[in-house]
Antibody, heavy 120, light 110 residues
Framework: EVQLVQSGAEVKKPGESLKISCKGS????????IGWVRQMPGKGLEWMGIIYPGDSDTRYSPSFQGQVTISADKSISTAYLQWSSLKASDTAMYYCARLDARPVAGPDYWGQGTLVTVSS | QSALTQPASVSGSPGQSITISCTGTSSDVGGYNYVSWYQQHPGKAPKLMIY???KRPSGVSNRFSGSKSGNTASLTISGLQAEDEADYYC??????????FGGGTKLTVL
């Protein structure tokens, strides 16, 4: 069974750094792209970027380029999303999602989400 | 890349059919047969319901169907059930080699 298990909720202050994780199991982690999606409170879904754990090829959506860093450690089947300096506007639910074997088809499995709250 | 356009809300009574539209451009919905639909219950992760415009993953009820005409894709749910009440999002591959989501539609089962 394909599973993506994300790290728990975080409460941070503006300016702090943060790294959240997404551990894949039940499939070949290095053979599928993993994407990160933001959902701000009461809002829709937004693509942030994707990574191919096999070779760490990473692509960012223009809105998120330079704002976050996506990485992966294939030895432990885990992808990461990190911020160096959080802002209140980063408060959101963040989902990781596995892209279909045909990446153009989009995501097929999703993690349960990680709620990030940034408040002074 | 602008979000795809979905109605904010739709509603229907149990047993009825409803259709949710998803309008994009020739650079996304109209240009590719890679439209997906996701169901999201409150506090839960999105679940894939339709991919490649009209295909259902294993385990998804055949009450869910998808179609596309020009730049508009549609999700139809027949025989509405209480458990169908959720938010629904469409997604499409784009000419920018990325994906774009719709703004989401809240389905209320009356």
């Amino acid at each position: 069974e394909v599973q993506l298990v994300q790290s728990g909720a975080e409460v941070k202050k503006p300016g702090e750094s943060l790294k959240i994780s997404c551990k894949g199991s039940g499939y070949s982690f290095t053979s599928y792209w993993i994407g990160w999606v933001r959902q701000m409170p009461g809002k829709g879904l937004e693509w942030m970027g994707i990574i191919y754990p096999g070779d760490s090829d990473t692509r960012y959506s223009p809105s998120f380029q330079g704002q976050v860093t996506i990485s992966a450690d294939k030895s432990i089947s885990t992808a990461y999303l990190q911020w160096s300096s959080l802002k209140a506007s980063d408060t959101a639910m963040y989902y990781c999602a596995r892209l279909d074997a045909r990446p153009v088809a989009g995501p097929d499995y999703w993690g349960q989400g990680t709620l990030v709250t940034v408040s002074s | 890349q602008s979000a795809l356009t979905q109605p904010a809300s739709v509603s229907g009574s149990p047993g009825q059919s409803i259709t949710i539209s998803c309008t994009g451009t020739s650079s996304d919905v109209g240009g590719y047969n890679y439209v997906s639909w996701y169901q999201q219950h409150p506090g839960k992760a999105p679940k894939l319901m339709i991919y490649d415009v009209s295909k259902r993953p294993s385990g998804v009820s055949n009450r869910f169907s998808g179609s596309k005409s020009g730049n508009t894709a549609s999700l139809t749910i027949s025989g509405l059930q209480a458990e169908d009440e959720a938010d629904y999002y469409c997604s499409s591959y784009t000419s920018s080699s990325s994906w774009v989501f719709g703004g989401g539609t809240k389905l209320t089962v009356l």
